[in-house]
């Protein structure tokens, strides 16, 4: 069976040759958003418990925005947010009082800025 051809490590200016990728000095680092610890809560939301309880009625409580509301608009929620973040916690998670609706946007915006605090603590 032939190999591989050996070929320029992916990383710009890199001149190491490797059989595919990058080389052992430029190989990207598993990110902790990657490693398994973190992802094992993330099957939670395709449990029944989610999909068919208490998604829906969230929805069906609150069917508008909670966050467009205070700016005084009216937009359709499509997204369930755990108003304070569980990290694996079963009781926060299935707890309906941590539970509001958000549009996708106001969804989104909410998590990068989560995302964005999580890495600044991080690094001090």
């Known amino acids: ?16 040759l490797v059989r595919c990728g990058y080389c052992d ?10 490693s398994t610890e973190s992802r094992r809560w993330r099957g939670w939301y395709s449990l029944p418990i ?6 829906p009625a969230q929805l069906l409580r609150e069917p508008w925005c909670r966050e467009c509301a205070r700016q005084g608009r009216r937009v359709r929620a499509t997204d369930v947010d755990h108003i304070e973040s569980h990290n694996g916690d079963w009781q926060r998670f299935t707890d309906p009082s ?14 990068m800025a989560e995302s964005r605090a999580k890495g600044k603590t991080k690094r001090r």
Not at 1 to 16: A, Y
Not at 50 to 55: C, E, F, P, Q, V
């Open 1 to 16: 069976m032939t190999s591989k051809p050996l070929r320029p490590c992916l990383h710009p200016g890199c001149r190491e």
């Open 25 to 34: 000095k430029h190989r990207p680092k598993d990110s902790a958003r990657r």
């Open 50 to 55: 989610w999909t068919d309880n208490l998604r």
């Open 98 to 111: 941590n539970l509001q609706s958000l549009c996708h946007g106001c969804h989104s915006a909410k998590t």
